[in-house]
């Protein structure tokens, strides 16, 4: 296999089935998109046909097969976003960025989409940035927001995710009532 970008991802895995989505998540996450020539790098490197890649990068909704923009934009329709004001707030997207749902900006700097739940739903109607939360949006909030993505405000780098420390010593469980 001659050396391409996308070798040295599936190197970095051994050559076995059970490595497909985690090369197939890697390239996702490097180039934005899976495009098909690594696609094909990535079955024969696995021994598996194209077809069963193919099938495994359109049946879940993390990859796609398409250029996503530098930032993606994602606007939570979950119940509880949408009661709040969902719809109005993806409206007010479309029109800051100039594109619809679904679409990418023709100079690849902005994707949105309409999602469904991101789990907080106290806090909606959401909007995320490369996985940077923004909560209880409205559509003027979208409209600011979208102009600072177009000022290059917002840092194009997914949010680091903050994961706290668990206490050293015991832990008392005490108050805790008993299950059932």
Do not use: W
């Not at 917002?154 to 680091?160: C, E, L, M, R, S």
């Amino acid at each position: 296999m001659s050396k391409t970008p996308f070798s040295e991802i599936i190197e970095r895995y051994p050559a076995e089935r059970s490595s497909i989505l985690s090369i197939l998540e890697d390239i996702q996450a490097e180039y934005k998109y899976l495009p098909r020539e690594a696609l094909e790098m990535v079955a024969e490197r696995l021994h598996v046909k194209l077809s069963e890649v193919y099938q495994l990068a359109t049946f879940y909704k993390a990859f796609s097969l398409t250029p996503k923009g530098d930032y993606l934009v994602k606007v939570c329709l979950g119940t509880a976003c949408h009661v709040g004001g969902g719809p109005r707030v993806l409206a007010a997207m479309e029109k800051a960025l100039g594109i619809r749902a679904g679409e990418t900006s023709p100079d690849n700097r902005f994707s949105l989409e309409a999602i469904r739940c991101v789990g907080a739903c106290a806090l909606g109607p959401m909007v995320l940035v490369n996985e940077r939360p923004y909560s209880k949006m409205t559509p003027m909030k979208a409209e600011e927001l979208a102009g600072q993505l177009k000022r290059g405000e917002v840092p194009i780098t997914p949010a680091a995710v903050v994961v706290e420390a668990r206490p050293s010593g015991p832990v008392d469980l005490s108050a805790v009532p008993p299950a059932g």
